[in-house]
């Protein structure tokens, strides 16, 4: 679901206060002055400080020989290349052009322009300040945190970014049709982890009433960052289920473009170079065939949802836009308790707990939602997480949904083949042989892949003990500010060893990756902070099989975040990222 940053002390995104200038009274040219003022007025702006700064330190450069070195200086508004004594490793930043070079005054009314474009067109998130925000559409909005610049980006990374997305998703299909490697793969992450061990419990079940999936629906996303070092494009990870952001990226993708579009000339940025983004069209394309597929006409998408959730703005685009475009696809949007207890009820009256309990309750093939339609799709914005699944309840509504015929998006067997353990036994020796046929295409993979490790692996746990520095220690979740870093990572796995338990099965190791810090303008909350930053890279993949037809299997667009260079962690939802876009270089 959301971002996990392998790169770059776990904060949340935080500035400093100082004001850089402040509305309306800085000294301007004679010429925009008056322009800006006159705008201000009219819409009576209401805040005198929207551009604060803050000029992050640089990230200490550790020893390493295997891995990636990193380190930025910043000097007199300038960045420079640095040779750490240390390491004898040299980064090169070379940023798109001269960020402290920008006229102050051109960043005002950019950041002016970005706030009203972003309310007109729907870049919006809950306000957490606001209580009922996550729970009411239109109640307490606030634009979404973005990058008021692209990402300057190598062409050819790109290219071979979108190449991969297809691939990836084949593997997840082949993948998730092995029961046996799954279950054996995840056998010791059972007893460490609970919630892993629940969603392994209902794919046993499934193998138990040998259900197939026949018609198999994903709508994944890879992320990668680019290593500053070695220039390599490194998987961060893979998501399978709750692909975040296919809306809202792409109106940054939009706002970008239309920033540059007025002011590109002045800054010296072709609005050409940013890469279209069609997430959503894509997204929905998948959604109207596989209902196609399921050939019931009265049949709808269910959008499963948290029952609080800011983010709703991104899930109403691909709801809107569906509607648009194939008005007979019905929709409805459903939590996890809302369908145990309207929907079971609805079918079984209000003896439906007994009857739950009833072999044929759970061989049942089809379900209905309210108002008697049978549900085709059932698509998970929501049950990632353990805090989705409170109660036992909530595991009866995803068990149901996984016996019966509608198509899950995905299904659980696609959630089980996003773990993060599956992305270290994919990572291992003659792995992939086992799923996939083409060489090529195999390298591909193969090429993208960071260092992965069990921490069985005694070798490896005593490096990282020994340089916590070049790694990071990741449990099986989703959603950002899971992972762990630094000296936190040698705390870990040197309590894990006393133990001596099977507690280190919850956690995989992979290498820390450290991509190029660049200078960036991030908005949040009306202010617009400059800061240091670092990127990843997300390319959504939509993929569609009905038996042994693939219908669908392309590259959907993109996800771009960016965070400020001193945090560990990702994530937009969670605090950490603002949404980008991209800049081909």
Known sequence: MGAAYSSCSTHSLTFSSQTLFSFPTITTKASSKSNLESKFNTFLYPTNKIFNTHLAKPIKTMAQTSFPCSGLAVKCGKVEEVE????????????????????????????????????????????KSAQRSGKVPGVGLVHAPFALLPVPFPESHWTQACELAPIFSELVDRVSLDGKFLQDSLSRTKKADSFTSRLLDIH??????????????????????????????????????????????????????SLL?????????????????SAVSHF???????????????????????AEERNMYDQHWLSAVLNERYPFCSQQRLNFLNFITH???????????????????????????????????????????????????????????????????????????????IQQELAKPNVLERFLDNKEDIAKLRECFAGLWSLDDSDIVEKAIEKPELF????????GGNNIYGVDVRETLQRLQKEGTDGNAAYILMQRIFPTVFPTFLMRDGICHKDHAISELGIYGAYLRNKDKVIMNDQCGFLMRTKISSSDEGGVAAGFAVLDSIYLT
Request: glycine letters at 6%; aromatic letters at 10%; charged letters at 25%.
């Open 472 to 479: 990071v220690m990741k449990p099986q979740r989703e959603g």
């Open 343 to 421: 929907i079971t009820l609805k079918l079984f009256g209000k003896h439906w707990q007994k009857l739950m309990q009833k072999e044929n309750f759970y061989r049942m093939e089809h379900f209905s939602c309210m108002g008697g339609k049978a549900i085709a799709i059932v698509y998970f914005r929501a049950g990632y997480a353990p805090n989705d699944y409170p109660s036992e309840s909530e595991w009866r509504a995803r068990l149901l949904m996984e016996q019966s015929s509608a198509i899950k998006c995905p299904s659980i067997s696609y959630h089980l083949a996003g773990t993060k353990k």
């Open 204 to 257: 046993s079940k499934m193998l138990e009433i040998n259900k197939k999936e026949e018609i198999r629906l994903g709508l994944h996303r890879s992320d990668y960052m680019l290593d500053e070092q070695t220039k390599l494009l490194l998987q961060i990870e893979l998501n399978t289920i709750s692909s975040s952001f296919p809306g809202l990226s792409c109106l940054v993708n939009e706002l970008q473009r």
């Open 284 to 306: 929905v394309e998948a959604f109207a065939k596989a209902w196609n597929e399921y050939n019931n006409p009265r049949a709808v998408v269910m959008f499963v949802v948290q």
């Open 261 to 277: 579009n007025q002011h590109g000339e002045d800054l010296g940025l072709d609005p050409k170079r940013i890469p279209s983004n």
């Open 84 to 127: 750490t004594q240390e390491e004898g490793c040299v980064r090169k930043p070379t940023p798109m052009f001269d960020y402290h070079g920008i006229d102050q005054d051109l960043i005002q009314e950019m950041v002016y322009d970005s706030l009203v474009w972003s309310s007109l067109h729907g870049l919006v998130v809950g306000d």
